[in-house]
């Protein structure tokens, strides 16, 4: 693949948006070329039974999934990159989307959706990326798209490494990577040698219960961010950005940051990648703040064997949005699962798996979610097999 920088940074088809990923991450890719364009798609389903514990929690069959298409030409003095990523969540997440116990964030029949995790959009991305060299050590970037993502926050779980065989968003998806879909986005940044300095105009609410339009509004919000890639193994963000009204039924702005580290190591037989965030929003209305932690965890290895864990802790005032006030409540989630391939070749990888996930949380809330919930995932996972042409 021809890279618009040096080999060593991080490949644009491996990250989300502008994102970096380390440049060692797997490539999961069909790829071909034709007339000048490389051409590649890349996705991944799940067909999951999902049980979540206790008296909110409940169980269904379901599907995560997404399919990106990606296509790359020489352009002038740079390389020009068109990507689409879509989404049939909308079809497989039964309503009110994925039950997902202490997950908040967008809304279902006009309430705000509480233990479960929305649907992806039918666009989840419709964009272009153009990187223009001005000499050997510094690169000109321009990006954005009707569907696209801010430079906000580290690349969203969805396509990270260390999340790849959990079919489950984290519960801190709302203070670290929910924007990755903004309907309406303008990134443009300059990498030196191996930093990156960008900024984002981009509509900032959140896309509402219709999965299936694009709903274009003012690019009235902003953010910065600045990423390094010391090594091919390494890549960290520090990203800063106010949020004009993202969630539909809370009348306020939002400033948010995030920071990141992710590491990935090839192993001889497989893989090794950890991603460790931290996420925090700050409610411009009442000056409230909500951190939230994340440290997650894949290993492939003898080629066909993963294990993965997620463990977060995340602050939440949104559980109960009935109620006469919101406190903030501090709950753990820690996910350990594995899976097995049962196919592996140069065109599939389908796997077999399963998850458990164990939560901490404070007192008063057991009387609601009871005392020691505990929720699991069993799934068949299916993407593309492994590249070996590298980026």
């Known amino acids: 693949m021809s890279a618009p920088t040096e080999a060593a940074l991080p490949s644009p088809h491996a990250g ?10 797997p ?17 991944a389903v799940f067909l999951t039974y999902n049980q979540q514990g206790g008296p909110r929690g409940e169980g269904k069959a379901e599907s995560v999934n997404y399919l990106m298409f990606m296509e790359q030409h020489k352009l002038w003095r740079g390389t020009i990159l068109f990507r689409q990523m879509f989404s049939a969540e909308s079809l497989t997440a039964p309503h009110p989307g994925f039950p997902l116990l202490f997950q908040t964030g967008e ?17 989840a991305e419709l964009s272009v990326l153009y990187t223009v060299p001005v000499n050997k050590k510094i690169s000109w970037l321009l990006y ?31 203070l670290q990577d929910s924007t990755h879909t ?8 300059v990498v030196i040698d191996r930093f990156k300095l960008e900024a984002s105009a981009f509509n900032g609410r959140e896309p509402d219960e219709d999965r299936w339009d694009i709903q274009f509004a003012a690019l009235d919000s902003w953010s910065l961010r600045v990423s390094a890639a010391p090594t091919r193994n390494w890549a960290a963000q520090y ?7 993202p969630e539909a039924l809370e009348p306020g702005s939002e400033h948010r940051q995030t920071a990141s580290v992710e590491y990935n190591r090839p192993l001889s037989a497989g893989n090794w990648a950890t991603t460790l965030v931290w996420g925090r929003k700050n409610k411009l209305l009442d000056n409230s703040v909500q ?26 005032d949104e559980l109960f949005p009935q109620a006469a006030t919101h406190p903030s409540y501090r709950i753990g989630a820690y996910t ?9 070749n140069h065109h599939w990888q389908i796997g077999l798996g399963a998850d458990v996930t164990f939560y901490s949380k404070p007192a008063a809330l057991d009387p609601v979610y009871g005392s020691g919930p505990i929720s699991f995932h069993v799934f068949l996972r299916v993407r593309p097999g492994l590249s070996h042409h590298g980026h």
């Open 16 to 25: 989300s948006g502008t994102g970096w990923q380390p440049a060692s991450v």
């Open 27 to 43: 490539s999961r890719l069909w790829m071909t070329s034709r007339g000048g364009w490389d051409l590649m798609a890349h996705g």
């Open 107 to 123: 809304t279902y029949h006009g309430q705000a959706l509480v233990d479960h995790q929305h649907p992806h959009n039918a666009f």
């Open 144 to 174: 954005g798209g009707p569907s696209a993502e801010p430079a906000l926050g580290p690349v969203t779980y969805i396509h990270r490494e260390s999340a790849s065989e959990n079919p489950a968003a984290p519960l801190s998806h709302h």
């Open 182 to 189: 903004s309907f309406g986005v303008v990134t443009t940044g």
């Open 239 to 245: 990203s800063y950005g106010r949020l004009e009204h």
């Open 291 to 316: 951190n939230s932690y994340l440290l997650e965890s894949t290993v492939n290895f003898q080629r066909r064997n993963y294990a993965y864990t997620r463990l977060e802790l995340v602050d939440k």
């Open 336 to 344: 350990f699962g594995g899976v097995r391939d049962l196919v592996q």
